[in-house]
């Protein structure tokens, strides 16, 4: 009788024992989840800019400083709208340039274009290198050329192809010079984007989005009011 009770009791347990098993064999494998890191929504950092020349008058770098602005694009120079087509030194243009570097203000450049040929687009470049002398910029130098409202000038009877091809003569002698360039496009410009493949952009855009875009620099406002300055003032943006 013991006999058949210890057979009945080592069945049993030979039965569960198969019946754990199975159990464990059938249930599913879990995986613990991979922990992502969210993407990154950090927004870009925005530098405030200005673009003057002259006609913004003597301007108090210290109290631009003051208003938060970052960068400034200062015009060198310009050509004469006459036949005789002369180069002309913008008045402040030195006093500018060094000025806001004194505050700490990043600067960058750029000359008002009349050229009506190859050699007149880079004698234009050269002489915005020669009046930079050993100032250093950290920003590029722009080509901005626009048909003038209101008056006659000496490009009004350019083409566009020959316009295209003074801005890259521009550019390139620039480039060769040890400046980064960059070419004015937008409202006011005779040029477009589509014309200048892999080059900088200092864009004109009054109504659209300024972080959104592939320009290097946008000028937004032509309206802005900034502390040292009389009047209204070219407002413009750049990202990081």
């Known amino acids: 009788m013991k006999k058949i009770i210890i057979l009945l009791i080592a069945l049993i347990c030979l039965l569960t024992t198969v019946s754990c098993s199975n159990s464990t064999e059938n249930k599913p ?8 890191e969210p993407a990154s929504t950090a927004p870009k950092k925005a530098l405030e800019g200005i673009d003057v020349s002259s006609f913004n ?7 631009v400083k003051a208003d938060k602005i970052d960068f400034a694009i200062i015009r060198i120079g310009g050509r004469g709208y006459g036949e005789s087509g002369s180069i002309y030194q913008d008045e402040y243009a030195l006093y500018n340039l060094k000025q806001a570097q004194k505050y700490g203000i990043k600067t960058g450049a750029y000359f008002f274009s009349q050229a009506t040929s190859d050699k007149e687009a880079k004698e234009e470049a050269k002489f915005i290198a020669k009046t930079l002398g050993g100032i ?13 409202k209101n008056d006659t000038s000496r490009i009004d009877n350019v083409n566009y192809k020959d316009s295209v091809r003074y801005a890259k003569i521009f550019m390139k002698t620039v480039k060769k010079l040890g400046y980064e360039p960059m070419v004015y496009i937008g409202e006011d410009s005779i ?3 589509k014309d200048f493949s892999n080059s900088y952009f200092w864009y004109a855009d009054y109504k659209g989005d300024t972080e959104n875009n592939p320009y290097k620099i946008c000028q937004y406002s032509k309206e802005g009011k900034i502390s040292g300055i009389n009047g209204n003032v070219d407002l413009d943006r750049m990202y990081n």
């Open 57 to 63: 008058g003597k301007i108090n770098w210290k109290k």
């Open 191 to 193: 040029l477009k984007a």
């Open 29 to 36: 494998s879990v995986s613990t989840p991979k922990v992502t």
């Open 136 to 148: 250093k910029i950290t920003l590029p130098i722009g080509y901005d050329v626009e048909r003038i």
